[in-house]
T-cell receptor, first 112, second 113 residues
Framework: DVKVTQSSRYLVKRTGEKVFLECVQDMDHENMFWYRQDPGLGLRLIYFSYDVKMKEKGDIPEGYSVSREKKERFSLILESASTNQTSMYLC???????????FGPGTRLLVL | GENVEQHPSTLSVQEGDSAVIKCTYSDSASNYFPWYKQELGKRPQLIIDIRSNVGEKKDQRIAVTLNKTAKHFSLHITETQPEDSAVYFCAASRGGGADGLTFGKGTHLIIQP
């Protein structure tokens, strides 16, 4: 059974703070993704990674960076949080051969 | 890049009736089309997917159809039940490798008792 976990379910931060969101998967998947979900906008791809230390920009990378030092862990970093980054953040992983992306439970971030 | 349009944004049907959600995509190179169901407060879960070499796929009460020429695909749910109430998302990608998904904006399906 695929398990994707995220470090926090809820997070409250202040404008200008540096924020780390962590995602861990236990399926030895090569590919990992970060999406944000906003009402009426669906899910939008921020960044993804196809291997350790490799990263690619998604559709909305501005204001975000990522880190993948270990295969099972993919971190999303908000260098200087802003109120427009208040959102639900969802991590997903996918194996090299498969197509299915498996999602984590999400982190609801509020930036004040 | 890819653009996925999804309609309707809200769909209310009587229990036992059928529900149809439609999506269109723009990138002719897209060849993988999954559908996710998201219940309130939960993570999106894959319910069915289709690849471009197939025109239709069925799994019990759920079916997906794909028209590559017209670049649209649809989700069909028959004999709807209260537990079908959720938000449904369609998505598209070029498939393979690390390609991310481009999602539609979602359809809130409401099953009326």
């Amino acid at each position: 059974d695929v398990k994707v976990t995220q470090s926090s379910r809820y997070l409250v931060k202040r404008t200008g703070e540096k924020v780390f969101l962590e995602c861990v998967q236990d399926m030895d998947h090569e590919n990992m993704f970060w999406y944000r979900q906003d009402p009426g906008l669906g899910l939008r791809l921020i960044y993804f990674s196809y291997d350790v230390k490799m990263k690619e920009k998604g559709d909305i990378p501005e204001g975000y960076s990522v880190s993948r030092e270990k295969k099972e862990r993919f971190s999303l970093i908000l260098e200087s949080a802003s109120t427009n980054q208040t959102s639900m953040y969802l991590c997903a992983s996918k194996g090299h051969m498969g197509e299915t992306q498996y999602f984590g439970p999400g982190t609801r971030l509020l930036v004040l | 890049g890819e653009n996925v349009e999804q309609h309707p944004s809200t769909l209310s049907v009587q229990e036992g009736d059928s529900a149809v959600i439609k999506c269109t995509y723009s990138d002719s190179a897209s060849n993988y089309f999954p559908w996710y169901k998201q219940e309130l407060g939960k993570r999106p879960q894959l319910i069915i997917d289709i690849r471009s070499n197939v025109g239709e796929k069925k799994d019990q009460r759920i079916a997906v159809t794909l028209n590559k020429t017209a670049k649209h695909f649809s989700l069909h749910i028959t004999e709807t039940q209260p537990e079908d109430s959720a938000v449904y998302f369609c998505a598209a990608s070029r498939g393979g490798g690390a390609d991310g998904l481009t999602f539609g904006k979602g359809t809130h399906l409401i099953i009326q008792p």
